[in-house]
């Protein structure tokens, strides 16, 4: 059990440093540029930009590499983005639980549907900022504990950040 310990620690470690690494470069959602616009559609950019704000230390970047991971920005013709559920049970183009996109589907952004639907964009994305800033993302307090309890799995973690960062040169 001990070994375990220490490989689950030293797992965690050299995550934590990746993860530094890459959250060095990222910049408030106010400070994008343009250059992200290529491989994120424009009207999904224009909602993670919007929804970031929403969360003093959020950044842009972030939600759009959840988005990208999730559904290929809402492209992806998966079980569960556009209608019914993935295996796992997830919906939407940010793949929710259903019981968790309902603790964060409220209120209703402007241009969201009504009643929020995880299947909307724009609702979907915000109640993603909502869910990050909840979990450590707020004034930059633990962004890789807010993605973390956004998919409990340290590589999710990883993948996230490190597309982000990729998202954050691609805009400078």
């Given amino acids: ?7 689950v620690l030293l797992v965690g470690t050299a995550a934590g440093a990746a993860v530094g690494g890459v ?26 930009r919007q929804a970031a704000a929403t969360c003093p230390g959020l950044v ?10 999730e559904s290929g920005n809402g492209t992806s013709n998966q079980p569960g983005i556009h ?12 793949q929710f639980e259903p019981a968790t996109f309902a603790e964060f589907a409220e209120p209703v952004p402007l241009g969201g549907a009504e009643p929020a639907n995880p299947y909307d964009p ?8 909502r869910l990050l800033c909840a979990n450590g993302a707020r004034n930059g307090a633990d962004l890789p504990g807010a993605v973390f309890a956004y998919n409990h799995a340290g590589w ?16 400078s």
């Fill in 1 to 7: 059990m001990g070994a375990l310990a220490g490989l």
């Fill in 23 to 48: 959250l060095g470069g990222l910049e408030p959602a106010t400070s994008a540029g343009a250059g992200a616009a290529v491989a994120i559609p424009a009207g999904y950019l224009a909602l993670y």
């Fill in 60 to 69: 842009w970047n972030v939600l759009a590499a959840i988005g990208t991971i």
């Fill in 83 to 94: 209608a019914g559920a993935n295996a796992a049970g997830a919906e939407g183009p940010m």
């Fill in 122 to 129: 724009t609702d979907s994305v915000y109640a993603a900022a």
């Fill in 156 to 171: 999710y973690v990883v993948e996230v950040l490190a597309l982000a960062g990729q998202y954050q040169k691609s805009s």
